[in-house]
């Protein structure tokens, strides 16, 4: 994230102080910090693990300076807040548009057909600023989680910075003409500022608590650290930086602690509420000492090769994530591994730094000067045509990610309504050998863009109780005389569309229970929130008494433990989840239901393989997505706690072979793609185990399936 122009970009003195208003070199200093910070976290995360912090660095500069130049030159109508705007879009809009036009081309060429749909609404959502929420939204998407990242991810701040520039000169210039009224102007935004800053810190803290995930990206959360900012430039209203005391002191202090925080800051550590604090006053310290001489931070801040990056920060933060997205498929479709290594990491490094100067030099500089954008009007009218650009580029993609999706599901649909088809896993059974259909099982007949998006009815149809769980919701499918009750989580779900399949034939009425992200059990787990944890429990109990007391014949179940248990670490948990389980089950059998546990699928996840994605970049050869069962192998607590249970109204399902044939995991299987993203089985593929689920439900000799 790169904060704003300095507010007069006069060439330095050499061997004067500088002025509040003039060139800080020791702010271009700080500049090239954050950004190398950033650059090296994303780089090496495992040895810069806070570097992600850097962007707060940015923040706070951003909010210094604009602030800074709103105090000097306050708004004081509508055309001077047009006019701080359009040297916002002068400044900022052409090398950022430029970035993601170029990203959108980009992902065409090189990246897979899986990614193009996200890609293109998040494109869409960059150029117009709101990106942000766009990530927020998906940040708390269970089945987000594990979607590639996003090659414009990192316009997420850029989006919170343009919303602060839209929102911040109509604050201080409506702060100043009140105070200008009462004869207390200076006041008035000093007070005013203060408050914002109040506001949005508290607020960070606590909904970096309650909704942590979100809270990383939504611009409430992040106003206190630009607030911030604006009080250094408030302060020195009042008091000459050089007047402070130990000024060149304050200047270390700040510099270590941003440093430090590079280091000591985890990812796992509720940001940005007051964890923020290290960078966020750190920085403020290093700009309210205002440093000069020899014993300040001002020497180091001012070399060269940081002057130099620090002037090219801007677009080296646009351009580094994008080649370290996109590089990588590049590099697998030129039969490279798709993995970086350090030669490739320094190359990104060059890269990025080559093409930051040339936009620098080219594009920033030349739409700052040029009379093409002379006026207010004239800039306005430009963004909205290149705002309108990129927003069209990131619909193409949608529209034709879709349009390949819907082409693949009207296909897909045909084959499955041919009883002689061998799509998926009809290839499995053992009369296949003797279907000529089945001659060309290896063809690829899914796209990975479509299966990405092939899930169960349970999604579309709104069937899933999401955290804190207070809501519950109940679907039905089928209207056969004996009543199923399918329970668990996201795990339960993905075999809904096979049940659909045996409803009809089996006399079977499928109601769901399902829950996002929660197991049910007596245990609690470590959710995001401590109301997530009791919501889920609150859940459990409501679900035991509702199937047992609601008038069903069976209960199906299946599950992945997604989270530990409370205050427990994934070894501990797998010994102790089983007896959450186990009083849950009991209670089934109790009631003299038939209960029947489908062990947890193979998981790709564990050897981070998002099934889509990979085979998108390998269609030529699928089989550098498969893996071992023990690859792929996930604890299953439910499964475990089953077998202690001796009861004839008990069966477990082990689904295994259904997967890994031959004892290879496969992600195609009857040209079919297995799974959705890292975990979870493609409503296509379900259907087509129809069969060989029907026959595990029949040998388990339980009254509701005979």
């Known amino acids: ?166 929102v911040w000169p109509m604050i201080i210039g409506l702060a100043f003409l009140i105070g200008t009224k009462l004869g207390r102007s200076k006041l008035a935004v000093g007070l005013t500022v203060v408050a914002i800053f109040l506001a949005s810190f508290v607020f960070s803290v606590w909904y970096t608590t309650s909704e942590p995930a979100m809270a990383y990206f939504v611009t409430p959360t992040r106003m206190w650290e630009l607030a911030a900012g604006g009080l250094v430039a408030v302060f020195v209203l009042y008091v000459r930086p050089e007047r402070l005391p130990f000024s060149s002191l304050l200047g270390w202090i700040g510099l270590a602690g941003i440093v430090a925080g590079a280091f000591l800051i985890r ?99 030349r739409f700052r000067k040029t009379a093409l954008l002379s006026s207010s009007r004239k800039t306005f009218a430009f963004a909205g045509l290149a705002m309108a650009l990129v927003a069209a580029l990131g619909l193409s993609q949608m529209v034709v990610a879709d349009k390949i999706v819907e082409q693949n599901e009207d296909k897909l649909q045909s084959e499955l309504a041919d009883p002689d088809s061998c799509l998926g896993a009809a290839v499995l059974l053992p009369d296949a050998k003797d279907n000529p259909h089945c001659d060309d099982k290896d063809t690829l007949q899914m796209e990975p863009a479509a299966a990405k998006k092939d899930k169960s009815k349970a999604y579309a149809d709104g069937c899933w109780a999401s955290a804190p769980y207070a809501d519950r919701p109940e679907c039905t499918y089928g209207d056969g005389s004996k009543h199923v009750a399918l329970v668990g989580n996201s795990h339960a779900g993905h075999w809904l569309p096979t049940l659909e399949r045996l409803a009809d034939e089996n006399d079977l009425t499928i109601t769901t229970f399902l829950a996002s992200n929660c197991s049910l059990s007596t245990l609690p787990q470590e959710l995001s929130t401590e109301e997530d944890t009791k919501g889920c429990q609150d859940y459990s109990d409501w679900v035991v008494e509702r199937t047992t007391e609601g008038g069903f014949d069976a209960v199906v179940t299946s599950e ?85 249970i001796d009861s004839k109204r008990m069966s477990i399902i082990y689904p295994q072979d259904w997967l890994c044939p031959e004892g290879r995991c496969e992600p195609v299987i009857g040209g079919v793609i297995t799974y959705f993203d890292t975990a979870h089985i493609t409503a296509t593929y379900a259907q087509t185990l129809a069969p060989q689920l029907d026959a595990s439900l029949h040998r388990t000799g339980l009254s509701t399936f005979d």
């Open 267 to 365: 990812a796992d550590m509720p940001f940005p509420g007051y964890v923020a604090l290290v960078p966020v006053v750190s920085t403020a310290l290093v700009i309210l000492a205002d440093s000069r001489g020899r014993a300040s931070v001002l020497p180091i801040l001012s070399l060269r090769p940081i002057r130099f990056l620090g002037d090219i920060s801007y677009s080296v933060y646009l351009w580094h994530w994008p080649l370290i997205v996109l590089v990588p498929y590049l590099s697998a479709k030129l039969g490279r591994s798709e993995s970086l290594g350090v030669i490739d990491n320094i190359a990104i490094i060059l890269v990025s730094i080559l093409a930051a100067w040339a936009s620098t030099t080219w594009v920033e500089n």
């Open 560 to 644: 992945r433990q997604s989270t530990p248990l409370q205050g427990m670490g994934w070894d501990e948990t797998e010994e102790k989840a089983p007896e959450g389980h186990r009083p849950i089950l009991q209670s089934w059998v109790d009631a003299k239901l038939d209960v029947v546990v489908i062990r947890d699928t193979p998981y790709p996840g564990g050897a981070d393989i998002n099934v889509p994605d990979c085979v998108a970049k390998h269609e030529d050869n699928p089989e550098e997505c498969s893996g071992t069962p023990e690859e792929w192998h996930w604890m299953d607590p439910l499964a475990a706690s089953a077998k202690t």
């Open 1 to 166: 994230m790169q904060p704003t122009a300095p507010v007069a970009e006069n060439s330095p003195t050499r061997n004067t102080a500088p002025k509040p208003t003039g060139f800080r070199a020791d702010i271009q200093g700080l500049r090239a910090l954050a950004v190398g910070m950033v650059l090296l976290y994303h780089l090496w995360p495992a040895h810069f693990r806070g570097g992600f912090a850097g962007v707060d660095v940015f923040f706070v500069i951003s909010g210094f300076l604009i602030t800074s130049h709103l105090i000097k030159t306050p708004p004081r109508n509508w055309a001077d807040v047009a006019k701080f705007w359009a040297r916002r879009i002068r400044r900022l809009l052409p090398a950022s548009l430029l970035v993601l036009f170029l990203v959108g081309i980009a992902t065409f060429l090189v990246a897979p057909q899986s990614i193009w749909a996200d890609t293109g609404r998040q494109i869409l959502s960059a150029g117009l600023y709101v990106v942000n929420w766009d990530f927020a939204i998906s940040s708390v998407d269970y089945l987000a989680a594990d979607n590639a990242p996003s090659p414009v991810q990192h316009f997420w701040s850029l989006s919170v910075e343009e919303q602060f520039y839209f």
